[in-house]
């Protein structure tokens, strides 16, 4: 432990660099929010009502988070203040509010707002109706993690600081909000209640033509009509294994409800973990339920991220790693069910050989990711990431926390003696931490605490290493390769004929891959990409090899999985294939998720940058902003 002594802050939690609020100041005891959507005017006018109880007498401003909102009138009690500050725009926090609260008012206080969004909010998505699925009406929708709450209003935009919320909206048209649904008061205003305390970046709101459709008994999907009977199917079968599943392994839910909204396809991430309302992206919906994994992740969050929150993104390992861990767990135990149900031998060992085979993709994922990163992995691989110069958490975003984040966990799980030891450390640290935020170093106490009598295994973890060591880490899992081990195999024999070697007929079918299920498509794919990463080698000198692929596998071109769809484009154009860079470009129009929009037009720019600017142009702006920042980041434009 001596090396973490010497990282360790002065105090736990550690301070949120990434807020210019004086949250430390303050606690919350319930926030009302209302917002009154214009789609005419694409902006929302909004309130907000902070119940705060000062935690010292000295204290006499409040500091908020704002990104370009329009602030239009301040009340404390019932005294309006005039004399409030926004601050001139600090890149990437956005302006500070500053207001002075007058010497007369007491301890705990109500503080009111009047503000708008502006046209450069970050964090909604107005979409004309020619732009959704039905066509019927306009859609909004938002994203507030990690950073963007304070662009739709003003708060303390820290992970650090939770409310309960009383939420309502104003809308034509049927809206959805981050908690539990009440009854409507008046025509087109929407109420909702958050009774468990949750952090600015849960903070939701998305209204457009939708409908809804039961998926579980304590589940609802909701889409826009044409689709919902699809989405409907896609997760009917496991919804509700997942929740019992998880609730083994954790304790109860308890949010009462886990509903989930399908969004358009510019939403730029697979999934965000909105309490009461997971939102996900439209490329889970492929007709063969081969994406439900992401569903399993964002209701894993209900406890990992939601309940026990990183007290900042510096920490935004504790939300992912251990979310990945839990959804990986989740899948293992279908799987299990699974096996049981068809008399397997041991269903446990099966169970296992698929999470560490989901562990594999992880893995893959992470090296991959660590090679695109460029001159930034030494700043931005490190599992506590370093945000203290005010860094953009949307620059820091990356698997790291993910998968260097699972594979502490599955580390630490084996020090300890195993999954069934570390199982009882799970409800444990969940309960110790519900309702509140943390940073590493109080999760390690917690570990130190639980495994009293294991603190020689727990020494032998290198600390120092997982926690502040950039690259890969440091200890090889030895993952159990049962499954992937077919499509290692089919990947080797194509590398077997690169270079210009003869094919022999029938040497490859479509029968090779038609015993795959789509993650063993995944990891083969991946398989050959990453020969392309090799220095020595590079497919744009197999074209024939490829051009016999595409012929081979038909499938891979009509697939509606978009993990495998995008692999197979990657694969061809980094092979320079002509018709793919198109086939790549024109499928980047369709799609807003950056997982696949960022490494695609990244892609693009090294075979052919004038294409990949041709491309970026023509769809900019059907992108959710966020996504639209990134990639011209990333293109350096
Ligand atoms: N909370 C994240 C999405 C996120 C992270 C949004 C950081 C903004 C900033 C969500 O739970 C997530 O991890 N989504 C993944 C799902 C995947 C790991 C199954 C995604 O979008 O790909
Ligand atoms: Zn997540």
Redesign the pocket.
Known sequence: MEVIKSHRPTQSPEIDPSTLSNYTQFSINNTKLHFDISFDKKIVIGSAEYDLIKKSSQINTIELDTSYLTINKIIIDSIEIKDFQLHKRQEPLGSKLSIPIPTTVPSSFKLSIDFQTTEKCTALQFLDKEATDGKKAPYLFC?C??IHARSLFPCFDTPALKSTYTLSAKSPLPTLMSGRPLPKTQDNLYNFTQPVPIPSYLISIASGDLVNAPVGPRSDVYSEPCKIKACQWEFEHDMENFIQIAEKLIFDYEWLRFDSLILPSSFP?????IPNLCQLTPTLICKDRSQV??VA??LA?SWS?NLVTNCSWEHFWL??GW??YL?RRILEGIAIAEARDKGWENPEEYGESVRQFNAIIGWNDLENNLKSMGDDVDKYSTLIQDLKKGEDPDDA?STVP?EKGFNLLFHIEKKVGGKKVFDKFIPYYFKTYRYISLDTYQFIDTLYDFFKDKTQELDSIDWDKWLYQPGMPPVDPKFDTTIADKCYHLAGKWYGYTGGKQVPPNTFSEDDISEFNANQSVIFLDTLISYGKVESFNWNQNQDLLKLMESTYKEYNQTLNAEILFRWYYLQVSGERPEFKTKLGEWLGTVG?M?FVRPGYALLNQVDRELAIYYFKKFEMSYHPICRAMVKKDLNL
């Open positions: 994203q993690q990690a991430y697979g999934g965000m973990e994994s992401v992740h964002e969050h991220g939300n992912e979310t990945v959804e975003f993910y998720r997982k």
